[in-house]
């Protein structure tokens, strides 16, 4: 007789139910192993793009970004007390 269900014939209806946690506690876990390890490749590649191509050229990131922080703030700040 079954744990969860209580006639002799629901045993196979358990064990299904059992297996299919078993598949899907499985299949949680590769997905999230999967999505970590896209994670850091997609991470790792873009930081070495990114960097290479502020080594062999005249623009970076950061200032690029700090400037456009600093212009849209005046603006805001302009059009507030304005």
Do not use: C, Q
């Amino acid at each position: 007789m079954g744990r969860i269900f209580k006639t002799p014939s629901d045993d196979a209806v358990e064990d299904t139910l059992r297996m299919m946690h078993v598949a899907n506690t499985v299949d949680v876990a590769y997905e999230r192993t999967v999505g970590w390890l896209k994670v850091l490749l997609f991470s790792t590649v873009t930081a070495f793009v990114v960097s290479a191509f502020e080594y062999y050229s005249d623009w970076n990131l950061w200032e690029s970004t700090g400037n456009w922080l600093k212009d849209k703030l005046y603006s805001w700040a302009d059009s507030i007390f304005n």
